[in-house]
């Protein structure tokens, strides 16, 4: 279970990064709420996670706990001015045998720019997953910032983001396994001028570590 905490450490120290960064234009002072709630959530999260791992696991999960990173390409549907972006992704698994565990993700949607306009968030959160023969169906529950740049780099800001999403994976070998599909809805509840939401869907990789 240390491995998992150190993990979630980490992936908790990013995002109060990403959530430092500063705005470069006079709409800052409207942006920084934004980033308040997403440091409270995640805080919320932590203590959440570290909580649930004071839990003592039956004797047939000691040592379950299962590492794996991987890779996907994106494409989105971003409601802000319907415009439709791809772009790269990483991610981690960290699981226990009973069928739940912690995922965290980065996305960066920087391909098919209209007017400088992109997208990246960093996200993390429970996720619980079943297996059926080759194939690991999954659904997940994250929430992270989203860093968006506005318009000819008019201003960047940073958000909270909620990361609902549902995929399936396809076992290759042992520690090999494809990401068939990863469908996830992005919902921006304090985004400025008002609320937005995206969706899509990616498709990559995944690798056991241990």
Avoid at 162 to 182: E, K, N, Q
């Amino acid at each position: 279970m240390k491995s998992l905490h150190s993990f979630v450490a980490v992936w908790g120290n990013k995002l109060g990064f990403a959530a430092g960064c500063r705005s470069g234009s006079a709409d800052e002072s409207r942006m920084r709420p934004g980033r308040r709630t997403a440091l409270a959530a995640l805080a919320v999260l932590l203590v959440l996670g570290r909580a649930a791992q004071g839990q003592v696991a039956p004797a047939a999960d000691a040592g379950g706990l299962l590492l794996s990173a991987g890779g996907t390409a994106s494409a989105f549907d971003i409601q802000y001015g319907q415009r439709k972006m791809l772009g790269p992704s990483a991610f981690f698994d960290a699981d226990l045998r009973r069928h739940v565990g912690m995922e965290g993700e980065a996305r960066w949607l920087v391909f098919r720019q209209r007017a400088d306009v992109h997208e990246s968030t960093y996200s993390i959160g429970p996720r619980g997953f079943w297996r059926m023969g080759n194939f690991e169906p999954y659904a997940k529950a994250l929430v992270g910032i989203g860093e968006f740049n506005y318009p000819y780099n008019y201003a960047h800001g940073s958000y909270l983001v909620f990361s609902p999403g549902a995929g399936v994976d396809y076992r290759i070998s042992h520690r090999i396994r494809l990401r068939l599909a990863d469908f996830e809805y992005q919902y921006w509840p304090e985004f400025f001028p008002s609320e937005m939401s995206s969706f899509g869907a990616s498709t990559g990789i995944r690798i056991r570590i241990f």
